[in-house]
C-alpha cells in the first residue's frame, strides 16, 4: 500500500514535484492512525508539511482510511518513541497496522481526494517575490570590521547605475544571524529607490514559484518573468533542491548574468561547498565576488544592541537600560544578530509587563536561555576519530594512514560522515585532518555514508549512537 501511496502521490503531483520533494520520503510506522512518515533533511520534513501535509494525507487516506494524522520526521534524528536501548527490538515497519493497509481494496478515485493544496498556487506563481522588510535597511545596519567589505560591496551593487553589472553575481555568505538577509533586504530597497526592477525570493519562495509553474505548464512565463528584472535577490541558496529545480536555478542565474543583469545570492556556505549543486553552477556561483561576513566582536554587538535600543525607545520611550546591562547583554550574546534583537524584546517584555526598571538580576533571568541555548558542546574532529576507532576496532592512525583495506575505509568514511555533520569545519579542512586527503574524498565519503544510511537501517543506527555519544 505503501507503494501504491507513492504511486498516487507521483501521478498526481507531476513527476518534477514528486522528484523534487517525495522520493526521500518513507514509511517509518503506522499506529493508532498515525502514519509516521520520515524524509533526510529538516528543510524537506519542513517544506512537505508546510505545502502538502494535507495532500499526503488525503491520499493515504484513500489506501487506508483508518489513517488520521501524519508525522513527518527527519531520519538520523531521534523518532518520538525511541527503543529503549540501542540494539533493542525496532517496531517492525511491516506489523500490525500496516497489514491492514495492505488488505485495502482498489484505490479510491483521484477526484475523491481534495486539492488542498490548490488554493495556495494562484499567488505562488505570482513574481512579486517575499517583500521586502521595512526596518532592514542600509541605514540600520552597523559595519563593522566583520562585514564591512559584504556592506559594501553591497552598497555599491545597490546604486549601481550604468551598462552591465559590477560584481555577478555578488555572493554573501556566513552564519546563522549574522546580517545576511538584512544586507539582502537593504540592497533591494536602495536599487529599488532608484527605480530599478527588483525581486528578492528566499530558496523557499523560489522553489515554489517553480514547482507552481511546473504544475501548471507555465514555467517558460515564469522563467521570462524572472529574467526580464534588472536585479535578482535570492536568500538562503543553501536550500535550494531537488535535480529539476537545481537545474532551473542554474539556468536562470546563467541566463541573468550573460543578459547584463545583476544577480546577488546569500548562503551560510560558501559556493564550494553548495555540494548539492551543479559543479557549472557553482563555479558560475563563484565566479562574481565572494564575501564572507564574519562573526560580530564585542564592538560590533554593543554597537547592534544600542542601536537597537534606541529604536525600541521610538515606540517606548520609558524603556531604559543602563550601560552595565546593555554591556553585560553584548558580552554574554555572542552567537548573532537575531539573539542579540531577541534579548532586547525580552528585556523589553520584562520592563513592561513588570513596570520595573531593567537590573541586572532582571536581565541575567530574562536572558538566561539564549545564553545556555547558544552554546551546543562543541566537537572536535579528533573525539571523533578516536571514538569511530575504538568502536570498529581499529586506531585513530590507522583511520589517518593510507590503508585502504575495508576494516579501515568503512570507519574511516563514518569518521569523515560525522565530521561533516556534527563540527562547522568545511570539506578541506576535514581532508587536512584526516590525513591530508582531498575535499573531494571527503565528499565522496559523506555522501557515500549518507547513501548506505538511507538504504541499511543497522548502519543508520550505528551511526545515530554514535552521534548520540558525541553529542552527550
Ligand atoms: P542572516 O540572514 O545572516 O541569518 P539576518 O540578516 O536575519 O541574519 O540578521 C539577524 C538579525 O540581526 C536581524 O534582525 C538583523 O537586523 C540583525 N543584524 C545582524 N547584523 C546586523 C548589523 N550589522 N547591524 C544591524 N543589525 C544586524
Ligand atoms: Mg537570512
Known amino acids: 500500500a505503501w507503494a501504491r501511496v507513492k504511486r498516487r502521490l507521483r501521478a498526481e503531483l507531476g513527476e518534477d514535484v514528486y522528484a523534487s520533494w517525495f522520493a526521500r520520503l ?10 509516521r512518515l520520515t524524509v ?6 519542513s517544506w512537505i508539511e508546510s505545502h502538502y501535509l494535507d495532500r499526503v494525507l488525503g491520499i493515504f487516506r484513500a489506501e487506508a482510511e483508518e489513517i488520521a494524522r501524519i508525522e513527518v520526521g527527519v531520519r538520523g534524528t531521534a523518532a518520538p518513541v525511541r527503543p ?6 525496532k517496531p517492525s515497519p511491516v506489523s500490525g497496522p500496516l497489514a491492514r493497509l495492505h488488505a485495502v481494496g482498489a484505490p479510491t478515485p483521484v477526484a475523491a481526494i481534495a486539492p488542498v493544496a490548490e488554493a495556495r498556487s494562484a499567488e505562488a506563481g505570482d513574481l512579486s517575490g517575499t517583500p521586502l522588510d521595512a526596518r532592514l535597511t542600509f541605514a540600520s545596519f552597523v559595519v563593522g570590521r566583520s562585514n564591512n567589505l559584504a556592506h559594501a560591496a553591497a552598497e555599491r551593487v545597490s546604486r549601481h547605475q550604468g ?4 560584481y555577478n553575481p555578488l555572493y554573501l555568505h556566513a552564519g546563522v544571524g549574522l546580517g545576511k538577509t538584512h544586507l539582502l533586504h537593504g540592497i533591494g530597497h536602495a536599487a529599488r529607490e532608484s527605480g530599478r526592477r527588483v525581486i528578492y525570493l528566499t530558496a523557499d519562495r523560489f522553489m515554489y514559484g517553480f514547482v507552481n509553474a511546473l504544475k501548471t505548464q507555465s514555467a517558460l512565463a515564469y522563467k521570462e518573468r524572472l529574467r526580464g528584472i534588472d ?22 542565474i546563467n541566463a541573468l548574468i550573460d543578459a547584463g543583469r545583476q544577480v546577488v545570492v546569500a548562503s551560510d556556505r560558501p559556493p564550494t561547498e553548495l555540494e548539492a549543486l551543479d559543479e557549472r553552477v557553482r563555479s558560475r556561483l563563484a565566479g562574481g565576488l565572494v564575501v564572507e561576513i564574519g562573526t560580530l566582536d564585542e564592538q560590533l554587538r554593543v554597537s547592534i544592541l544600542s542601536a537597537r535600543l534606541a529604536a525600541v525607545r521610538v515606540a517606548h520611550p520609558t524603556f531604559e537600560v543602563t550601560p552595565q546591562v546593555a554591556t553585560y547583554v553584548a558580552r554574554a550574546i555572542t552567537a548573532n544578530g537575531r539573539d542579540l534583537e531577541g534579548a ?6 520584562h520592563a513592561t509587563l513588570t513596570g520595573t526598571a531593567v537590573t541586572m538580576e532582571t536581565a541575567e533571568n530574562a536572558i538566561r536561555d539564549l545564553v545556555k541555548n547558544r552554546e551546543p558542546k562543541r566537537i572536535k574532529i579528533e573525539d571523533i576519530q578516536k571514538l569511530v576507532a575504538s568502536r570498529y576496532n581499529v586506531s585513530r592512525s590507522d583511520i589517518l594512514s593510507e590503508r585502504r583495506t575495508a576494516a579501515v575505509v568503512k570507519p574511516r568514511q563514518i569518521a569523515m560522515y560525522l565530521s561533516k555533520v556534527l563540527t562547522l569545519r568545511s570539506l578541506p579542512e576535514i581532508g587536512r585532518r584526516f590525513g591530508g586527503r582531498d575535499h573531494t574524498t571527503v565528499l565522496h565519503a559523506v555522501r557515500k555514508i549518507e547513501k548506505q544510511i538511507g538504504e541499511d537501517a543497522v548502519l543508520g543506527d550505528e551511526v545515530e549512537l554514535l552521534k548520540r555519544m558525541l553529542q552527550d
Not at 40 to 45: A, D, H, I, N, V
Not at 163 to 166: D, I, P, Q, S, T
Open 231 to 252: 536585479l535578482l535577490i535570492l536568500d538562503d541558496v543553501q536550500f535550494i533542491q531537488g535535480k529539476s529545480i537545481q537545474a532551473e536555478f542554474g539556468h536562470t
Open 40 to 45: 533526510p533533511t529538516r528543510f524537506l520534513k
Open 344 to 349: 532586547v524584546n525580552r528585556l523589553l517584555a
Open 84 to 89: 529503549a536501548a540501542p540494539g533493542a527490538a
Open 26 to 35: 518513507e514509511l517509518e510506522t503506522v499506529s493508532a492512525g498515525t502514519a
Open 163 to 166: 551598462e552591465g553589472a559590477l
